[in-house]
Structure formats: structure tokens, C-alpha cells
């Protein structure tokens, strides 16, 4: 059954960013710009996508609608066959080649065994950008669509600046982000993209996954990942295996960053995962000697 869509915010976030809160599983986020009504991912279902945009028809007016697909995980795009065929679906180039890999469509099929997933299908976007940034010009506001890879090679994160406001996505996450492989490369970039995000200097950084706009989750991914870079650098031997080393003293995720203690059972199994995930990419770039985090940032 599909969680219920409510309309949420921050305190002092500007009126013109509105959350999509689906439960506890994604957020979405709804900009009002002067020219344009802006929707920053679609949920995880039609039905959901539905009930966003019925919420919001009090908040649109007569602007023309824009979608920007942050990135192809189904919790942010599967709700794109709610929307008329006109509108716009903004996204990096290499969401097209993520859509391409059978992956998607095993994703799908896996998924639309449970009923709320009956009615998906995969809607591709229909504008895409390459390089590092596309702007979006709303008239009062200016939306910089960043590549932000690492979590995912598409990764899109949105920066208001008139706003100080990033929309991270994934890219930040509480309680840890979730590398997108153990190839040294993907590590790198999502380092990367989260040293991009906190030298904006945002007021605001609205996460997708932890119900948070807080900066300090942005330097607090970061230490996650010196520390891991600290504990693994100290082993005797890197050919050590995640799983093993993931239950180890010391190296456990409530050994590196602090677990919230009413999280439930399932959350934190998922978070427990995405550490064994982040510490086999560490180990492998340790054995390639790849650096993946700046010195400048200790943990």
C-alpha cells in the first residue's frame, strides 16, 4: 500500500519550497517560481505522483509545470506516468544511460509483485543536459541543476541560490549516503559532490531521505567518510572482507557516526547495508591506493 502524501516544511525555509513527504520512505520537493512551477521528483508510484500534485493545486496558478528527475532510483522517478505527456522531464544524460541497462526493467519486474506497483511504468525523461550544470531561469529564482555523481552516476542536485538553498537528494543523506559502487571512481565522486555541496555555503540542505534541511549533515557525511579512510588506512591487511569487517569493533556504522535510537528495525538494517557497501569501495581504493577524500577534512 502506498504511504500518504503530506505537504511539509522547515522553519524559516523560504514559502516558496514546499516537501512532498511520502511516509517515511522519499521526499520530493515543489519550487513556485515567478515563471514556472517546479517539481523536483515524482515519488515512487503514479498513484503517489497523484496526490503530490493534487496537493499542490492551491500553491500552482496558471505557471507551465517543470519536472527535474534528481536520478533513476524508483523512489524518485516510477511516478512520472501521472504527468500529461507535455510536460517537460528534466535530467542529467546519464539517466538515459541507466534507463538503457537491464537493470531498470529487473527493477521494475521485481517490484510489480507488490500490488502498489501494479500501474508503473518506466517513463523516461524527455530533456536532458550534459556537463557539470544546467540553468533553469524562473524569473525571482534561478534553479542550477548540478551533477552531483557518486551515489549514482545521474545524480542531479538543485542549488537556489537567492535562496541558499540546495536540494541535495541523495547525494547527502542521514544518516550516511550510499556509494554507488566498490569501484574507487564512484567513491571519489561522491566525496566530491559532497565537498561541491558544502562549499556552496547553503543556509538550507533539503534531503530526500532523513527529513532534514540541516548544513551539518553535509560535514557529517564527509567525517563518516575520513573515518572510514582513518580505520581502514590503520588495518594490517586491506584484503580484509566488508561483510567481516563491517561487524567488527570499530569498524560497526554506530562506531562511526550516531544512530538515532528510536530508528526503526528495518531503516537501520537498510543503513547497515549501505555501510558494508561504503566500507568494501574504501577497502578497494586502499588496495589501489586511490585517494577518495581530501586531506583538508579530517574526521
Same mark, same amino acid.
Given at each position: ?47 503517489? $505522483? ?41 535530467? +542529467? ?30 517513463? %523516461? ?21 548540478? +551533477?552531483?555523481?557518486? +551515489? ?80 581502514? %588506512? ?40 549501505? +555501510? ?9 581504493? $586502499? ?13
Amino acid at each position: 500500500m502506498d504511504p500518504t502524501v503530506q505537504l511539509a516544511t522547515y522553519p524559516v525555509l523560504d514559502e516558496r519550497i514546499i516537501i512532498l513527504r511520502a511516509g517515511d520512505e522519499v521526499d520530493a520537493v515543489f519550487i513556485r517560481t515567478a515563471r514556472y512551477n517546479v517539481l523536483v521528483d515524482t515519488l515512487a508510484t503514479p498513484a503517489l $505522483c497523484r496526490q503530490a500534485l493534487g496537493l499542490l493545486a492551491e500553491h500552482m496558478a496558471a505557471r507551465p509545470l517543470l519536472v527535474i528527475n534528481s536520478h533513476m532510483d524508483w523512489d524518485h522517478f516510477w511516478g512520472n506516468a501521472a504527468l500529461d505527456r507535455g510536460v517537460p522531464i528534466i535530467a +542529467h544524460a546519464t539517466a538515459s544511460d541507466r534507463l538503457r541497462q537491464p537493470t531498470a526493467r529487473k527493477t521494475l519486474e521485481e517490484k510489480k509483485r507488490k500490488r502498489r506497483f501494479q500501474d508503473v511504468e518506466i517513463f %523516461a525523461p524527455t530533456m536532458t543536459f550534459t556537463g557539470e550544470i544546467m540553468t533553469v531561469h524562473g524569473g525571482d529564482l534561478t534553479l542550477e541543476l548540478i +551533477h552531483t555523481p557518486g +551515489h549514482t552516476p545521474d545524480h542531479v542536485a538543485v542549488w537556489i541560490p537567492e535562496l541558499r538553498t540546495c536540494l541535495a537528494v541523495d547525494a547527502v543523506e542521514f544518516p550516511i549516503p550510499e556509494v554507488w559502487s566498490s569501484d574507487p571512481a564512484d567513491l571519489r565522486a561522491l566525496c566530491a559532490s559532497l565537498t561541491r555541496i558544502r562549499d556552496l555555503q547553503a543556509d538550507y540542505v533539503v534531503l530526500a531521505h532523513g527529513q532534514s534541511a540541516a548544513p551539518a549533515v553535509v560535514d557529517a557525511n564527509l567525517r563518516y567518510f575520513a573515518r572510514l579512510r582513518g580505520r581502514v %588506512a590503520g588495518l594490517s591487511d586491506v584484503r580484509t572482507d566488508a561483510s567481516v569487517l563491517a561487524g567488527r569493533e570499530g569498524f560497526r556504522l554506530q562506531d562511526m557516526v550516531t544512530m538515532p535510537t528510536d530508528m526503526p528495525d528495518e531503516t537501520r538494517a537498510f543503513y547497515e547495508a549501505c +555501510h558494508r557497501s561504503n566500507l568494501a569501495a574504501v577497502l578497494q581504493a $586502499c588496495r589501489a591506493g586511490v585517494a577518495f577524500i581530501g586531506d583538508d577534512f579530517d574526521a
